[in-house]
């Protein structure tokens, strides 16, 4: 049984920015002139979508993004990474709270129809941690949060969670959302090949 | 009745450039030579050499760097400079390719993957298509993370190793060539030096001869310190060839731009040389020993070679900008971290003490002048409107002086740790050492700078020394040549009409000043040298440090303006340097002239220098008698 796997990814303040400001008028971070990529733990679930990929767990891996215009430069890098392909929801100049961007997710699942949601656990900016989980809460999905590990077998998926207290190892029947830690994996660097192929791709 | 004729031509005052004089042919030629000079090659410096600020000041003010990526550019070269920074954060380790003088080959093959080895070249040749200003914001992002080894290695071979195919080669060439080395499958090198020809390229020695069937040239001659020698497939070879002299109508040796494969044989290398830095780098003795090229490997003409050597090196100069600005700015950091933590006296951070403020203030006014330098020189060739020769020099010896001073005070603010191998800055300065020699030493970089400015905006100087050979019957021309020139400095010179941002009026007024200045200076050297002007080296050099200097303020007035209007991250910061920099400059400035102006100091060190050499030693007597 060959999944879809939906990547969640979010164009966040780059975890190199020094120092993250907060704006005058004291409603969101400065994002003007920062470097902004694909959040951090968010490249860490794409690459594990592209794992299971290549062991044959997932058949398509679809990235999505809800954010500004500039978003697409988030999901032109997970097409470089490996995607097969990619949405973006575009917000424009609006910024949106975890739960709305749930809720728009929501629709795309409703649309694409995966088995399987993978995202970073939080975002580098917000650091809100939300998304995910409200996702599989509106969902009705079986969730598991900071996860260390993911195997997949039978339709069955078994995630390891880093938690305060220790570990915790939890078996979720598919459809599932999962949301990557940081010890998830290592992502892989892009290749300039994928990154020129990935610049012509229109969505 | 000579005298009587100057002054004649001096209250006319207006001595039109197109002169309509009948009875002087040299004025005639000095005429015809100027336009096509003024038309041909205008430059932001060759302007303010000929006194004509004005003439080319839009190209460095507004400054013009936003324009020089559209919106897709932008995004790509993004993905290219993460891509770049990643790897090199995680993958390579230039402390221990400094150790084994080597670069590793997983770091080789991810090197591949990212495309760093054809930047610039053609998609459509499997390159990445980047434009000058995006290589340079990749190099910088390579200088940044400290591996000027490894930059090397990768500027030798694209920055002048195949360069000359992708600017002077024909379709065939670039088609066989250009695939292999953007994707790193082969390496490319630069072979121009010799044992006896350093800064004098024309005086090569090896030699190419047509074979008999005029197939093949065959090459014989060695080559020196040539970077990625040991490694190359792909050489881009300058030899002597003969060719017609319509002079003497014999023959005479040019200089022949060739492209050479290890393959075709009799191309040998000797061992990697032990360097002081760039040890990552290979350095290595190139060997011709009869190795046939075949004619279609001849790069441009035949006969011009050095034309070609000059275009390949004065168009891989911005990259050197690029990278020593990524390099200062690494340094710099270091010294901002240790110097925003380590505490001493009272409990006081060292960043609080004067001194240490010194340092790094002085060290951000050059990393801000060299950055907008290379971005702006990079714009201007991308849009393939002016020359930027000059200006690209100037840039290379600016930015390789300042990298220099910049690692060398970060070490002094770190301390003792400063001088430790593990910190790394060592290494840093280390490998910076040769940034003031290679790619022309920034004392022949001077010189040009100052003759070619001269020379090509001097107003016929060579119709001058062509008129001087008979001056009594060629009157008109110098005396015309002269008369242009006194009307010049009675106050006929353009004046600066540069916008900026209000607070810095005060400082578009010095620049204004030093730019009056300098052109007054200039003629008066003119006036009083002629062509002897070549040989007065010390001039030289103090007017290119002026002229550099110059240019570097109008870069930062430029770019702290278009911040200030922008309101980027820290444009208020960019004003305190665009005023610092200025006065920092107008020292410099002063400094130079005063030395111009009163030869007798730099007189005294030659003559200490002369007495030094006939001794062939230091030649004092100890204090203590013996």
């Known amino acids: 049984m060959a999944y879809r796997v939906l990547v969640a990814c979010k164009h966040a303040i780059d975890l190199s920015t020094v120092k993250i400001r907060i704006k005058p008028d004291k409603l969101g971070v400065v ?173 | 009745k000579s005298q009587h004729n100057m002054l004649r031509l001096i209250t006319r005052k207006k001595h039109r450039k197109t002169t309509k004089c009948t009875r002087f042919t040299p004025c005639r030629t000095y005429a015809a030579q100027h336009k096509e000079t003024s038309a041909a090659k205008v430059s932001f410096m060759r302007s303010l050499y000929s006194g004509k600020f004005q003439e080319s ?19 790509h070269l993004e993905m290219v400079v993460d891509a770049t920074d990643k790897f090199f954060a995680t993958s390579n380790d230039p402390a221990a390719n ?36 995006g290589y340079a914001r990749i190099v910088e992002t390579i200088g940044k993370y400290g591996d000027l080894g490894l930059g090397i290695y990768l500027g030798a071979h694209q920055s002048i190793g195949f360069k000359g195919i992708l600017l002077d080669g024909n379709e065939e060439q670039k088609k066989k060539y250009l695939p292999d080395v953007a994707t790193g499958r082969k390496i490319a090198a630069f072979a121009l030096t010799e044992p006896s020809s350093g800064s004098d390229a024309n005086s090569i020695k090896t030699k190419a001869v047509l074979n008999e069937a005029g197939t093949h040239y065959v090459l014989n001659g060695s080559k020196i310190w040539i970077s990625n020698g040991g490694i190359a497939e792909i050489f881009t070879v300058f030899a002597q060839t003969e060719v017609d002299d319509p002079k003497t109508g014999g023959k005479k040796d040019k200089v022949t731009a060739f492209i050479v494969e290890r393959s075709f044989g009799g191309l040998t290398h000797g061992p990697p040389e032990d360097k002081m ?60 971290d240790h110097a925003s933590n380590r505490v001493q006296f009272l409990g006081n951070k060292i960043k609080s003490y004067g001194l240490i403020k010194e340092k790094i203030g002085n060290m951000a006014l050059r990393i801000y002048a060299t950055e907008a330098m290379t971005y702006m020189i990079s714009t201007i060739m991308d849009s393939g409107k002016g020359d930027y020769e000059l200006e690209a020099a100037s840039l290379k010896v600016f930015a390789s002086e300042s990298a220099w001073y910049v690692c060398d005070e970060s070490i002094q603010v770190l301390g003792g740790m400063g001088f430790m191998k ?127 200097h110059i240019f570097a303020t109008t870069s930062v007035l430029a770019r702290a303006t278009n911040s200030a209007e922008k309101q980027t991250h820290g444009y208020e910061n960019e004003l305190n340097m665009a005023k610092a920099f200025t006065t920092f400059a107008k020292d410099i400035f002063e400094q130079n002239v005063k030395l111009i102006k009163d030869t007798k100091v730099d007189e005294n060190i030659a003559n200490v220098a002369d007495d030094i050499f006939k001794e062939g030693g230091y030649n004092v007597q100890s204090p203590l008698g013996f």
């Not at chain 1, 598991?144 to 069955?156: F, G, I, R």
């Not at chain 2, 997983?106 to 090197?111: H, R």
């Not at chain 2, 190139?286 to 046939?292: I, P, R, S």
């Open chain 2, 98 to 133: 400094d150790k084994n003088s080597s670069v590793p080959e997983e770091v080789t093959e991810g090197l591949k993957d990212i495309g760093a080895f054809g930047l610039q070249v053609p998609e459509e040749l499997e390159g990445v298509g980047l434009t000058n200003v």
């Open chain 2, 57 to 75: 000041i839009d190209y460095v003010s507004p400054y013009p760097v936003d324009t020089a990526l559209d919106a897709e550019q932008r995004e």
């Open chain 2, 422 to 548: 593990e910190l790394g800055l060592e290494r840093i300065l280390r490998d910076l050492r040769i940034f003031r020699i290679f790619e022309g030493t920034n004392d022949i970089l001077q010189l040009f700078v100052a003759l070619t400015a001269l020379k090509s905006t001097g107003d016929g100087l060579k119709v001058l020394t062509d008129a001087m050979k008979n001056p009594v019957g060629n009157f008109g021309a110098i005396s015309g040549f002269v008369g242009k020139k006194i009307g010049k400095s009675f106050g006929m010179y353009d004046k600066v009409n540069m916008k900026v941002h209000d607070s810095l009026t005060g400082e578009v007024a010095e620049l204004e000043k030093m730019a009056m200045v300098f052109h007054t200076t200039c003629e008066g050297l003119l006036i009083k040298y002629k062509m002897g002007i070549k040989d007065q080296q010390q001039i030289c050099k103090h007017l290119a440090i002026c002229s550099t």
């Open chain 2, 277 to 336: 830095g760039i040890k990552a780098s290979n350095t290595a003795e190139v060997f011709f020993n009869n190795c046939e090229v075949p004619v279609e490997n001849v790069l441009g003409e035949v006969g011009s070679g050095f034309k070609v050597a000059m275009r390949i090196l004065n168009n891989g100069r911005f990259g050197m900008g690029a990278a020593l600005t990524g390099a200062m700015k690494a340094s710099m950091q270091i010294a901002v």
């Open chain 1, 31 to 203: 994002t003007q002139g920062v470097k902004m990529g694909i959040a951090y733990f968010d490249e860490l679930a794409v690459e594990e979508a592209l794992r299971l990929k290549e062991k044959g767990v997932a058949s398509e891996v679809i990235a999505v993004s809800v954010g500004p215009a500039d978003a697409q430069k988030t999901l032109r890098h997970a097409l470089a990474m490996g995607a097969d392909s990619a949405v973006h929801v575009n917000t424009g100049d609006v910024e949106l709270a975890p739960l709305q961007v749930a809720k728009a997710l929501r629709e795309i699942v409703r649309e694409v129809e995966p088995q399987l949601v993978l995202t970073g656990k939080q975002a580098t900016d917000g650091d809100y941690s939300q998304t995910g989980q409200m996702l599989a809460g509106m969902l009705d999905w079986p969730q598991a949060t900071q996860a260390a590990e993911l195997n997949v077998e039978n339709d069955s998926v078994k995630v390891v969670r880093e938690t305060d207290a220790g570990l915790e190892t939890i078996s979720m029947n598919i459809p599932a959302v999962v949301t990557a830690g940081l010890r998830l994996n290592e992502a892989r660097l892009v290749k300039m090949p994928n990154i020129m192929k990935a610049k012509k791709e229109e969505n």
